[in-house]
């Protein structure tokens, strides 16, 4: 499950840099050199390193209780023994981790069922799958009309429901139909060269539960149409979205996924 693979990952990381720290080969020597460099401020370092707990227990996707936290810390520090040991805490963890990502599974699915419901009422907007996917035109093309199976180039951009973007082409990019989210696809197919439109997906065309944007996260498009379908020739040389990533959509920053 992702949840805990995020937390495996980030408590890995948390380890090997304390390992690093703490029992480096060069420790005494890199030290003594830095020393003679510039002079060391250790509550500088002690609030800068507390930072960079606080950011990792912040992207495990719950709030801790901070107090029992530095608790725990201090507890360790004086020897004494933890209230579970390192697989039960791992565990635990896990459990508090399902719990709150299903939570946010499902109020994200009711938010994006009221925003399909309601968006549908808007002026230009057209429902391509009834409450599922829909799309406004924002400005229309007079070239050829992107078909299945083909592969388009295009420009766009991708946000989430409250606004926030978390993906953009950089340049054209080349996309294969066949390997991009139903409601991505679908969204692009009848396209005009030249035209704009916008796209609205709900997370069952989207990534629903699975990859790493929030769980059920309803997805908002911008997208221009440069060419309906690719040459062989332009297929070689274009800048394309490889068939693991275009699943995620150039996701720019693991930021976006919080």
Avoid: W
């Amino acid at each position: 499950m992702f949840a805990k693979k995020k937390f495996l990952f980030v408590f890995t990381l948390m380890a090997s840099l304390l390992l690093t720290v703490g029992y480096g080969e060069n420790k005494e020597e890199a030290i003594a050199e830095k020393e003679t460099k510039e002079e060391v401020d250790i509550d500088k370092i002690s609030k800068a390193f507390g930072h960079l707990i606080g950011k990792n227990l912040d992207s495990l996707g719950f709030e801790f209780n901070m107090t029992d936290v530095i608790k725990g810390i201090e507890d360790s520090l004086a020897g004494k023994e933890p209230p579970m040991n390192e697989n039960e805490c791992v565990q635990a963890i896990s459990i508090v981790q399902e719990q709150a990502f299903q939570k946010l599974a499902q109020e994200n699915l009711e938010k994006a069922d009221h925003f399909m419901t309601e968006n549908a009422k808007e002026e230009g907007v057209v429902q391509l799958e009834e409450n599922k996917l829909q799309c406004k035109i924002e400005r229309q093309g007079e070239g050829a009309v992107v078909e299945e199976y083909f592969s388009p180039v295009i420009r766009y951009s991708g946000k989430f429901l409250d606004g926030k973007v978390f993906g953009a082409s950089q340049e054209d990019e080349l996309v294969a139909l066949d390997e991009v989210i139903p409601g991505f696809s679908k969204g692009i197919i009848g396209m005009k060269e030249g035209e704009k439109r916008t796209i609205y997906i709900h997370p069952e065309l989207g990534y629903g539960t699975s990859g790493y944007l929030p769980p059920n996260s309803l997805l908002v498009f911008d997208i221009e149409l440069v060419k309906a379908n690719a040459t062989p020739q332009e297929e070689e040389s274009m800048t394309t979205i490889p068939s693991e990533e275009a699943k995620e959509i150039a996701i720019d920053d693991e930021e976006a996924i919080r």
